[in-house]
DNA sequence: TCTGCTGGCGCCCTCTGCTGGTTGACG
DNA sequence: ACGTCAACCAGCAGAGGGCGCCAGCAGA
């Protein structure tokens, strides 16, 4: 078999034709591994790295004679991207140890297989470099500990081991603070489950129970009544044929006629999944935590759970104290417990409230000194020790980097449960999570709204106190209430990719800003003018609804009898006059508008400055006034393709309020007078009659190149047409605009739902 | 064994900025 | 009446600051 390249499926695939045992030898890596073994009722042991790095694994055949002598093969595990696939090796269990007699498992003889490899897969947690991630992973992972559902105190327990063997320095000093040992309990069901914690030292409870060197230690759980932790500690083999490879190796603190591994046989490296037998056997060895280096003799103390080394084996001793889970100093108030004496006094503090020492900036009172270091760097020294390699960025804390660091790695290690949104911290999470839960803890004292975010009540109390900020743009004297309003002002009004020409006059502005500024000098122009036709209006709407003229076009279409029309508003009225018998016209309103050169009253307002022009001793309003009657008079009509020119009977209405202004058609029928403009150019007037836009000489005659299409049998139009037996209803046509002139023919004032209006001149 | 110091983790906060819906003015 | 526009506003995520609390190291 290769020695190199296998994955692990096929390593799997290999193993599972043969009753194999299998040992994880890591000879490769010296740092980084976390992995668990453990075993199910079978005897089978699972060993899971929990990283993908290159790995050697041992496979020893199964000794069928034994006689302890077994073929021994390698397997090296390719890296490759295996650190997002689970590695998972059945081992088959041993029957003896690999050198002397131990190691014998632990099973009881029922090797049903109910512990498949596939049940003992799990997810690798992307990156193992976080001590959180791998503290979840042996302490909130139902499915491992479901797995081992053993029902036998004699059971192997192997359950994990972190050995960090840092050659990432902070952080895999930050994962040595969570992977602190082999963790196990039983309950009093025989269950047992994954419980964080360890222990070392003294007071760990030895327990054989196998008929194998393996050991258990326990240590009686002060947290979980009912439960038992157990906890296995591995010295270093100081027999260990190491070779050429730089293997750990393993020291009995006691007896040492079992577990004497070589360098293929040796046992899983304790960093990287500690492997924990307990039978009925009656070898009882504790093997601690405290492997030697083998290049150095007895002169290094080195740590199995982490990268801890010392030269002194009594700091060694204490340091294996971090990993245990005893806290034998209690609080007399809350009845925690604490590991160190100085942790139970600073927590005492916390009860008691003293704070020992003092900011002699601000006099703040802290718990401990480190408080005071970091309160006065943040507040008084801004002293940031901490620099980001990648940008400026620098920080007090060095986790403050660390998560600083995300925002270049782009790394989201927290995974809402309820949507794709990962977070970046747990802040993060936790704030997204009320999105799904509803939960909105700031609630505004005034008007009682609730938000989910502290700043989001913050900015709507500005609209209680009336204290809002006012942000000014630098460039026109808008002001917003919000920087992000403003700003996007600026980027709305003030900014254009290319410059803005105006269609009124095509000169060109740089962005919409100035353009609506200079837009507003074309107010009042009738700058929209028809290509076809002199017409021109005010408004680009007023041209389009024009060119239906040209298009003949009646896109408002009755429903009821199938006649068409050019205006919403023309239809409206025709329903209400044609199909709704509860239409009710409103009364004719009072001549309040009174002239003051001759006393003469009219009903609207445009009327009586349409008279005022009469004494007006300015000839040109004389002129034009007089244009517009001329123009009534004079019209142009198509009449089988051929233009005709109509001349209508003089009917001056203009004095009579009671008439509505009209023209008389063709036919000489009176057409009603809609609107009338007067072109910009100053070259003539329109009219509007019946929907339809005539323009108009400035003699008032209509002009030739305006084909005046009076749709005669538009029962919108007729009634006005014939005689005006029906006068145009108020109700039926809106004043538009608020320009004295729009009104005056009369159409002001009076209703809001017509669209119609009357212009003549500005 | 004590003690001071260092440092990590977690929690909560603020500031910031983007996004999209709403609203009122206007043409 | 209707569409457009721009300011208003809530919602929500990114980033960083500050601190409580505790573990662990190492020297005395
Ligand atoms: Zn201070
Ligand atoms: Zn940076
Ligand atoms: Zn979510
Ligand atoms: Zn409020
Ligand atoms: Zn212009």
Redesign the pocket.
Request: hydrophobic letters at 25%; charged letters at 25%.
């Given at each position: 078999m290769d020695d190199c390249g296998e994955t692990i499926s096929d390593i799997q695939n290999y193993l599972s034709s043969f009753n194999k045992e299998i040992q994880q030898v890591d000879s490769h890596i010296s740092s980084g591994e976390v992995a668990q073994v453990f075993i199910d009722e079978a005897g089978r042991y699972y060993y899971q790295p929990l990283e993908g790095a290159p790995q050697q694994v041992v496979v020893v055949t199964e000794d069928d004679e034994q006689d302890g002598d077994r073929e021994v093969e390698e397997h090296t595990i390719s890296s490759g991207d295996n650190s997002n696939i689970t590695h998972t090796v059945v081992i088959s269990e041993p029957t003896q140890s690999v050198s002397g007699p131990s190691k014998r498992p632990v099973t009881s003889g029922t090797a049903d297989g109910s512990g498949s490899a596939t049940a003992a897969h799990r997810r690798a947690p992307s990156s193992t470099k976080?001590?959180?991630v791998s503290?979840e992973v042996q302490t909130k992972d139902g499915e491992v500990a479901d797995q081992l559902n053993l029902c036998n105190e004699s059971r192997v327990i192997t359950i994990k081991n972190s050995g960090l063997m840092g050659a990432d320095g902070?952080e895999d000093?930050?994962?040595l603070?969570?992977l602190?040992g082999a963790i196990a309990s039983v309950g009093e069901d025989g269950l047992l489950q994954l419980r964080e914690g360890s222990a070392s030292g003294a007071n760990q409870v030895i327990l054989n129970t196998g008929n194998s060197n393996q050991i258990v230690t326990i240590v009686p759980s002060t947290t979980n009544p009912g439960e038992m932790s157990y906890v296995l500690i591995v010295e270093q083999n100081a027999n260990d044929g190491g070779g050429d490879k730089d293997h750990t190796v393993y020291d009995f603190t006691e007896g040492e006629d079992a577990f004497t591994f070589s360098d293929d046989e040796e046992d899983p490296p304790p960093r990287s999944g500690v492997l924990i037998n307990s039978n009925s056997g009656s070898n009882n060895k504790q093997r601690s935590a405290i492997r030697r280096s083998q290049s150095t003799g007895s002169q290094a103390h080195m740590c199995n759970y982490?990268n801890?080394t010392?030269t002194k084996r009594y700091?060694l001793i204490?340091?294996m104290?971090?990993?245990s889970e005893e806290?034998p100093h209690k609080c007399s108030v809350c009845e925690?417990g604490?590991?160190?004496?100085?942790?139970?006094?600073?927590?005492l503090?916390?009860h008691t409230g003293v704070k020992p020492h003092r900011c002699k900036f601000c006099d703040?009172g802290?718990?401990?000194?480190?408080?005071l270091?970091?309160?006065v760097r943040?507040?008084h020294t801004?002293e940031?020790?901490h620099k980001c390699p990648e940008?400026h960025?620098s920080?007090?804390?060095?986790?403050?980097l660390?998560?600083?660091m995300?925002?270049h790695t782009g790394e989201?290690p927290y995974q809402c449960i309820h949507c794709t949104?990962a977070?970046?911290?747990?802040?993060?999470l936790?704030?997204?999570l009320?999105?799904h839960t509803g939960e909105?803890p700031y609630e505004c004292d005034i008007c009682h709204?609730?938000?989910?975010?502290?700043?989001?009540l913050?900015?709507?109390k500005?609209?209680h106190t009336g204290s809002?900020p006012v942000y000014t743009?630098e460039l026109c004297p808008?002001?917003?209430?919000?920087?992000?309003?403003l700003?996007?002002?600026i980027q709305?009004?003030h900014t254009s990719d290319k410059p803005i020409k105006c269609k009124k006059c095509t000169k060109i502005f740089p962005d919409?800003?100035t353009f609506?500024l200079h837009n507003?000098t074309h107010?009042g122009e009738k700058c929209f003018k028809c290509d076809l036709c002199p017409y021109a209006s005010?408004?680009s709407?007023h041209l389009d609804s024009h060119m239906l003229v040209h298009t003949e076009q009646k896109p408002y279409r009755c429903e009821m009898c199938e006649q068409s029309f050019r205006q919403?508003q023309l239809l409206r009225r025709h329903q209400n006059l044609y199909h709704n018998p509860q239409y009710i016209p409103p009364a004719p309103r009072e001549k309040t508008q009174e002239c003051p050169e001759c006393g003469k009253a009219f009903r609207h307002k445009g009327n009586l400055i349409r008279h005022m022009a009469i004494h007006d001793p300015d000839a040109s309003a004389q002129e034009k006034s007089q244009a517009l009657k001329l123009g009534r008079q004079k019209r142009l009509q198509l009449i089988n393709g051929q233009q005709v020119e109509v001349y209508g009977a003089e009917n001056d209405t203009t004095e009579d309020e009671d008439q509505l202004m009209s023209v008389e058609g063709d036919d000489g029928n009176q057409y009603v007078v809609l609107e009338v403009i007067q072109l910009a150019g100053g070259e003539g007037h329109h009219v509007m009659v019946g929907g339809e836009d005539l323009p108009l000489h400035s003699d008032g005659s209509l002009l030739p190149a305006s084909p005046l299409v009076v749709s005669q049998d538009d029962p919108a139009i007729n009634p006005t047409i014939l005689g005006l037996q029906q006068p145009l209803l108020p109700d039926d046509i809106k004043k538009?605009t608020k320009k004295e002139m729009d009104t005056c023919f009369g159409f002001d004032e009076d209703g809001?739902?017509g669209q119609i209006h009357l212009q003549f001149g500005e």
């Amino acid at each position: 078999m290769d020695d190199c390249g296998e994955t692990i499926s096929d390593i799997q695939n290999y193993l599972s034709s043969f009753n194999k045992e299998i040992q994880q030898v890591d000879s490769h890596i010296s740092s980084g591994e976390v992995a668990q073994v453990f075993i199910d009722e079978a005897g089978r042991y699972y060993y899971q790295p929990l990283e993908g790095a290159p790995q050697q694994v041992v496979v020893v055949t199964e000794d069928d004679e034994q006689d302890g002598d077994r073929e021994v093969e390698e397997h090296t595990i390719s890296s490759g991207d295996n650190s997002n696939i689970t590695h998972t090796v059945v081992i088959s269990e041993p029957t003896q140890s690999v050198s002397g007699p131990s190691k014998r498992p632990v099973t009881s003889g029922t090797a049903d297989g109910s512990g498949s490899a596939t049940a003992a897969h799990r997810r690798a947690p992307s990156s193992t470099k976080s001590g959180r991630v791998s503290n979840e992973v042996q302490t909130k992972d139902g499915e491992v500990a479901d797995q081992l559902n053993l029902c036998n105190e004699s059971r192997v327990i192997t359950i994990k081991n972190s050995g960090l063997m840092g050659a990432d320095g902070a952080e895999d000093d930050e994962a040595l603070q969570s992977l602190a040992g082999a963790i196990a309990s039983v309950g009093e069901d025989g269950l047992l489950q994954l419980r964080e914690g360890s222990a070392s030292g003294a007071n760990q409870v030895i327990l054989n129970t196998g008929n194998s060197n393996q050991i258990v230690t326990i240590v009686p759980s002060t947290t979980n009544p009912g439960e038992m932790s157990y906890v296995l500690i591995v010295e270093q083999n100081a027999n260990d044929g190491g070779g050429d490879k730089d293997h750990t190796v393993y020291d009995f603190t006691e007896g040492e006629d079992a577990f004497t591994f070589s360098d293929d046989e040796e046992d899983p490296p304790p960093r990287s999944g500690v492997l924990i037998n307990s039978n009925s056997g009656s070898n009882n060895k504790q093997r601690s935590a405290i492997r030697r280096s083998q290049s150095t003799g007895s002169q290094a103390h080195m740590c199995n759970y982490c990268n801890y080394t010392s030269t002194k084996r009594y700091l060694l001793i204490r340091h294996m104290r971090s990993h245990s889970e005893e806290r034998p100093h209690k609080c007399s108030v809350c009845e925690r417990g604490f590991k160190t004496l100085g942790s139970l006094q600073n927590h005492l503090n916390t009860h008691t409230g003293v704070k020992p020492h003092r900011c002699k900036f601000c006099d703040t009172g802290f718990t401990t000194s480190g408080e005071l270091v970091r309160h006065v760097r943040y507040i008084h020294t801004q002293e940031k020790p901490h620099k980001c390699p990648e940008c400026h960025y620098s920080s007090v804390e060095l986790s403050k980097l660390k998560r600083h660091m995300r925002c270049h790695t782009g790394e989201r290690p927290y995974q809402c449960i309820h949507c794709t949104y990962a977070s970046p911290d747990t802040f993060k999470l936790k704030r997204h999570l009320r999105i799904h839960t509803g939960e909105k803890p700031y609630e505004c004292d005034i008007c009682h709204a609730r938000f989910t975010q502290s700043n989001s009540l913050k900015a709507h109390k500005l609209i209680h106190t009336g204290s809002k900020p006012v942000y000014t743009c630098e460039l026109c004297p808008t002001t917003c209430g919000r920087k992000t309003d403003l700003r996007i002002h600026i980027q709305k009004l003030h900014t254009s990719d290319k410059p803005i020409k105006c269609k009124k006059c095509t000169k060109i502005f740089p962005d919409r800003y100035t353009f609506k500024l200079h837009n507003k000098t074309h107010d009042g122009e009738k700058c929209f003018k028809c290509d076809l036709c002199p017409y021109a209006s005010t408004s680009s709407r007023h041209l389009d609804s024009h060119m239906l003229v040209h298009t003949e076009q009646k896109p408002y279409r009755c429903e009821m009898c199938e006649q068409s029309f050019r205006q919403k508003q023309l239809l409206r009225r025709h329903q209400n006059l044609y199909h709704n018998p509860q239409y009710i016209p409103p009364a004719p309103r009072e001549k309040t508008q009174e002239c003051p050169e001759c006393g003469k009253a009219f009903r609207h307002k445009g009327n009586l400055i349409r008279h005022m022009a009469i004494h007006d001793p300015d000839a040109s309003a004389q002129e034009k006034s007089q244009a517009l009657k001329l123009g009534r008079q004079k019209r142009l009509q198509l009449i089988n393709g051929q233009q005709v020119e109509v001349y209508g009977a003089e009917n001056d209405t203009t004095e009579d309020e009671d008439q509505l202004m009209s023209v008389e058609g063709d036919d000489g029928n009176q057409y009603v007078v809609l609107e009338v403009i007067q072109l910009a150019g100053g070259e003539g007037h329109h009219v509007m009659v019946g929907g339809e836009d005539l323009p108009l000489h400035s003699d008032g005659s209509l002009l030739p190149a305006s084909p005046l299409v009076v749709s005669q049998d538009d029962p919108a139009i007729n009634p006005t047409i014939l005689g005006l037996q029906q006068p145009l209803l108020p109700d039926d046509i809106k004043k538009e605009t608020k320009k004295e002139m729009d009104t005056c023919f009369g159409f002001d004032e009076d209703g809001d739902t017509g669209q119609i209006h009357l212009q003549f001149g500005e």
